[in-house]
């Protein structure tokens, strides 16, 4: 009898648990990754040039082009999330190093790369104003912020 119990309790549990999950998984709850791979892909046209009439046009807070020489510029966000995209132009020896620096001169994020392409990083700095050094080796650069 009491193993017929426990045995009741822990498929009642099972049932709960996937009740739970599938109710998380309608309400949009849990991992984000589908909606991100949406609008990257969105965000890949735009850049591009491929974009359709309906999307809409990707607003940066910062874009530069370096080539060859270290290129320091400001810039300022508003939210605590931004997209680091980075996109080398050059032969198999491309690398860039990228430094994002407060403007008290402490280190906030950092990204590297070291094969031609685009790139991608989310950062995470705080409302205000920043200064980021771009260092490519052997490439071109450019460089874009979204807040």
Not at 1 to 9: F, G, Q
Not at 14 to 35: F, N, P, V
């Given at each position: 009898?009491?193993?017929?119990?426990?045995?009741?309790?822990i498929v009642w549990c099972?049932?709960?648990?996937?009740?739970?999950?599938?109710?998380?998984?309608?309400?949009?709850?849990?991992?984000?990754?589908?909606?991100e791979k949406a609008g990257e892909a969105t965000g890949a046209g735009a850049e591009n040039g491929a974009a359709s009439g309906t999307s809409q046009p990707q607003e940066y807070v910062f874009s530069v082009t370096a080539s060859q020489d270290t290129k320091t510029e400001t810039f300022q966000v508003a939210t605590n999330s931004q997209e680091l995209y980075y996109d080398l132009v050059g032969g198999d020896d491309a690398t860039v190093t990228i430094t994002v620096f407060s403007s008290d001169g402490k280190m906030q994020a950092g990204a590297n790369a070291f094969e031609p392409g685009p790139h991608q990083k989310t950062i995470y700095l705080k409302p205000g104003t920043y200064y980021m050094e771009i260092l490519p080796e052997n490439c071109t650069v450019e460089v874009k912020v979204q807040d």
């Open positions: 009898m009491a193993i017929r119990k426990a045995n009741a309790i099972i049932g709960a648990l996937l009740i739970l999950l599938l109710a998380g998984t309608l309400a949009g709850c849990g991992s984000k990754e589908g909606t």
